[in-house]
């Protein structure tokens, strides 16, 4: 048995390739896109190791080419879900009583597998299945990846550091264990990054798993899956169930032995958990630990000092970089009225030059949204907007799935700053802007921070610093996440750890030692060199 104590290599963001036309990455990545595209996966259940064929099988399409199988998956029912659990539960002691050092090298080494020989298979997959652009696959399915495996390892690591003081004759030490019994995990579609993270999280803190990733991400989740069984990862610890929500919700989340859930998905579908999980409290053998991050309603203040070249650059890689599929992208704008006409101009000017389609065609900006059901509801808006009194589209409004979800990038402009396109999700290539009178700056504060339930992400542009300073102030509780004089996507592990509170989640930011810290459950033991033979105090010895 070792008894060095081992230093955990320090972890850096992971560099990104930039795809440029001639460099070897792009010529490699193109490659892996054409064999990915003609070939047909067998997706099966994986359970304590082992593949699972089920009855049921449904097909992984590329959003940008509907028509177009990628794979065949199997869709766990409730007898696999239930032998997930058993599974997890099997492999649990074990799991926990490794020795930290190797159930961090596994981790490590599945960052190493991903960013080196299994780089384009995870962004090719990304690219085909979940319609991302070779940029936003890199910066997700890449960068993003590697960072969390490596970064959890080193929070957990300086988790394990963190240890109580001791007084003489007294030594106090605190033991990290895992939850008591499983952690439920599911993933959304939009970052491969963070239907990994999902599970490998609890993970790397000793707890077993039962994953059910996303229908519309699963080539690349089934791919990382993989990944961590060459680095080495043990049977039984995650299982990977493809299946319906309803069914997990039922046989998962109820289960007495459920001590955990991690999730990304729609505000929606946690509150409802929250309350499954509720009326079942008096039936769990502990207290779940509920961690989510859910939905987002993100705005870009504009103040009159801002400059506007740079506003609107950002406004439109805010809005529209995949689709606007990301629960941080640029939603809602409000513009002061003396910079509108300039920043409007130049909006319109630089959304016309974005080129939506396949994007193995590099030279486009945007791919399909996901899916039929995303693709009707981001439409539904926008017509809308088209048919209301209060609304202007100045840019886009057109779609067409007839080959691909293709919905082009869409400007709204409403005289209403409570206009429904100004306070729901819509989570597609949608900007709304509200143009505010330079003397309502204060009621338009009010606006920000009150017209949407949300508090995920958003950013303010100014050049004053007097403005800044006021504006960071007055909007503190609207945002978990904000950018002054950028564009409020982009989080990056270490830099800048992602969460939002109100109905954008628990906050509890991913990548980060407060997301690393509520997947342990702490035993504090003290041991007293010299204990007492005494039973009276000292003040007990006169009147």
Avoid at 458 to 486: K, P, V
């Amino acid at each position: 048995m070792s008894n060095g104590i081992f230093k955990i290599p320090t972890p850096k963001n992971e560099p990104g390739n930039t795809y440029a036309p001639g460099t070897k990455e792009r010529e490699t990545l193109k490659a892996e896109l054409k064999r990915q595209s003609d070939i047909v996966v067998d997706i099966p259940v994986i359970i304590n190791g082992e593949n699972i064929k089920t009855d049921t099988v449904k097909q992984v399409v590329m959003p940008h080419d509907h028509k177009h199988v990628l794979a065949n998956y199997s869709q766990a029912g409730e007898k696999e879900l239930r032998e997930s659990i058993e599974a997890a539960m099997a492999a649990k002691e074990a799991w926990a009583n490794m020795p930290w050092e190797h159930r961090a090298s596994i981790f490590l080494k599945a960052a190493d597998l991903i960013s080196g020989p299994y780089r384009d298979l995870i962004n090719a997959s990304t690219m085909l299945g979940q319609s991302k652009t070779a940029y936003q696959s890199e910066i997700d399915a890449a960068q993003e990846l590697v960072d969390f495996l490596r970064y959890d390892v080193d929070c957990a690591n300086q988790i394990y550091q963190i240890q109580p003081s001791s007084a003489k004759n007294i030594w106090n030490r605190t033991d990290y264990r895992p939850l008591d019994g499983f952690v439920l995990a599911i993933s959304p579609f939009n970052f491969t990054s963070i239907g990994a993270n999902l599970p490998v999280a609890p993970a790397i803190m000793g707890n077993v798993v039962v994953w059910k990733p996303a229908t519309t991400s699963l080539l690349s989740n089934y791919y990382f899956m993989r990944v961590l069984e060459e680095a080495g990862l043990p049977k039984g610890v995650i299982n990977f169930v493809p299946s319906r929500g309803s069914q997990v919700s039922e046989v998962v989340l109820t289960d007495p032995r459920m001590s955990g859930f991690h999730f990304t998905g729609s505000t929606s579908t946690f509150q409802t958990i929250w309350k499954t999980v509720g009326e079942n409290i008096a039936n769990y053998q502990s207290y779940p630990r509920l961690i989510g991050e859910t939905g987002g309603k993100d705005f870009v203040f504009v103040h009159e000092t801002a400059q506007v070249d740079k506003v609107v650059a950002n406004l439109v890689r805010g809005a529209f970089e995949y689709q606007g599929q990301k629960c941080s992208a640029a939603s809602r704008a409000y513009i002061p009225a003396s910079l509108w006409e300039e920043v409007k101009s130049g909006l319109v000017e630089e959304t016309a030059k974005l080129k939506v389609g396949d994007i193995q065609d590099f030279r486009n900006f945007m791919g399909a949204v996901i899916d039929k059901a995303a693709f009707d509801s981001i439409t539904s808006y926008i017509d809308f907007a088209a048919a209301s009194e209060e609304a202007e589209i100045i840019a886009g409004g057109t779609y067409d799935d007839s080959v691909g979800y293709f919905v082009q990038p869409t400007i709204i402009v409403t005289t209403n700053p409570n206009f429904k396109t100004m306070v729901e999700e819509i989570f597609g290539p949608v900007l709304t802007i509200y143009v505010y009178e330079n003397d309502k700056l204060e009621e338009t504060l009010e606006a920000v921070d009150t017209a949407s339930i949300y508090a995920l992400t958003g950013a303010i542009f100014a050049q004053d610093r007097e403005a800044i300073i006021h504006l960071e102030r007055r909007l503190s509780g609207a945002a978990g996440n904000f950018y002054i004089n950028d564009k409020p996507t982009g989080a990056m592990i270490d830099q800048q750890p992602f969460g939002g509170s109100r109905g954008s989640g628990t906050n509890d930011k991913a990548g980060s030692v407060f997301n690393m810290v509520r997947w342990t459950s702490p035993r504090v033991i003290k041991e007293n060199f010299a204990p007492t033979a005494e039973v009276a105090y000292p003040f007990m010895d006169a009147e």
